[in-house]
């Protein structure tokens, strides 16, 4: 029983290090499901972001759709901690005004 | 009398021009573009020396101030310990593991070094120290192409010739972008009758500085004539004066904007 337990145990400590702990070289210690959400709204950042460079080639929908997500993305940015959520906010913030930007200007003509 | 006008008209020229070289202040190439970051001072440590000049030499403008979002304005940021500690601003780059060039970086601020480390502190913070710089502008801007005021040196001549190559993409950091295929030249008609009108390159200022670092909050329209700005304007650090006369280079440089040949 005693040995069962132990057993049990190690198991269980087995597979919180290997799901949940990540980035133990730069000693921030996370857990799986934090990371994810963590990856979550900056895989959605990155793909939204990333196409500021071609935005002038996009249709105003595609447009209206971009700075729709950016407005999705905002209260989640709003949820970081302090430094991340004012240097993301304003990366947000640039992005979305430039798709804005395009499009009144697209619109204007 | 014809003299005497002349001679008058001579002495008022002459007065005005040298009320007006005076007024516009010649900021020595080495310091050109030098930011003085003083936002929490306190005891022992001394507010931060930032040239612009090494740093615009091996970063575009844009992954300071988009990707790792430096503000454009001085005090904008609020740079601090705190956040380079946790791996923003400088503390993106100078974290003590980032390489570039096959160097690495130095890191910027800690809580927790000995006293010699304390030595690294003043590679920042250095305004009033005499502090021995590991690069030295004078052999730096050597091996560069110079041009006109300012820091001195033709910039856009010596990326061309692959003698600076800046970096535009940080790992963790940046975004993985296409280039940009925003090409098109733009004629801005000048105010006066005398001066030639500006022939404006996208492609030159999209290169450093990506879409975001201009549009819309430097320039919010771009329709033609939407918006009408002057040299007062600019020279107040407004439109083409966020970047020229402070880092890019100064307005009395003219014909360095005024390219269309007057017709």
Same mark, same amino acid.
């Given at each position: 029983m005693k040995k069962l337990r132990t057993c049990l145990l190690c198991c269980a400590v087995a597979v919180i290090v290997c799901s949940g702990a990540r980035d133990i070289e730069k000693k921030t210690f996370s857990w799986c499901g934090v990371v994810h959400a963590q990856d979550d709204w900056r895989n959605e950042f990155d793909d939204v972001c990333s196409r500021t460079q071609d935005a002038m080639i996009f249709s105003p929908d595609e447009l209206r759709n971009l700075i729709a997500r950016c407005d999705k993305l905002k209260p989640r940015v709003e949820k970081l901690d302090e430094t991340q959520r004012k240097v993301f906010l304003k990366r947000l913030q640039l992005c979305r005004d430039l798709f804005l930007f395009v499009l009144e200007s697209k619109e204007k003509k | 009398m014809h003299l005497f006008n002349r001679l008058f008209t001579l002495f008022f020229f002459l007065l005005f021009s040298s009320g007006a070289v005076s007024a516009?202040?010649?900021? !020595?190439p080495d310091i050109y573009g030098r930011v003085v970051i003083n936002n929490y001072r306190s005891k022992g440590i001394v507010p931060v020396v930032f040239d612009h000049w090494l740093h615009r030499a091996k970063f575009t403008c844009r992954l300071c101030h988009i990707d790792i979002g430096f503000?454009?304005?001085? /005090? /904008?940021? #609020?740079?601090s310990a705190a956040t380079n500690m946790k791996g923003f601003h400088c503390g993106a780059c100078h974290n003590g593991n980032r390489v570039f060039g096959g160097r690495k970086t130095f890191g910027s601020c800690s809580d927790n070094f000995t006293q010699e480390e304390?030595?690294?502190?003043?590679?920042?913070? $250095?305004? /009033?120290k005499n502090v021995k710089k590991e690069y030295e502008f004078n052999t730096f801007s050597k091996r560069l192409p110079s041009k006109g005021?300012?820091? /001195?040196?033709?910039w856009e001549e010596a990326e061309n010739k692959g003698l600076i190559n800046p970096v535009d993409f940080l790992e963790d950091i940046s975004i993985k972008r296409t280039p940009l295929k925003m090409d098109k030249d733009v004629v801005i008609e000048s105010r006066g009758t005398w001066m030639s009108d500006v022939l404006f390159s996208h492609k030159k200022h999209a290169l450093?500085?990506?879409?975001?670092?201009?549009?819309?909050?430097?320039?919010? $329209?771009? #329709? #033609?004539?939407t918006i009408k700005y002057s040299m007062l304007q600019i020279a107040g650090g407004e439109y083409c004066g966020v970047c020229h006369d402070k880092v890019?280079? !100064?307005?009395?440089?003219?014909q360095r904007c005024h390219t269309k040949p007057v017709q």
């Open positions: - | 516009m202040t010649i900021v !020595p503000a454009m304005e001085a /005090g /904008g940021t #609020k740079i304390g030595a690294r502190c003043e590679r920042c913070h $250095s305004l /009033g005021l300012g820091n /001195g040196i033709d450093w500085n990506g879409c975001e670092v201009c549009h819309p909050e430097i320039f919010p $329209s771009t #329709k #033609k004539g890019a280079f !100064p307005l009395i440089d003219c």
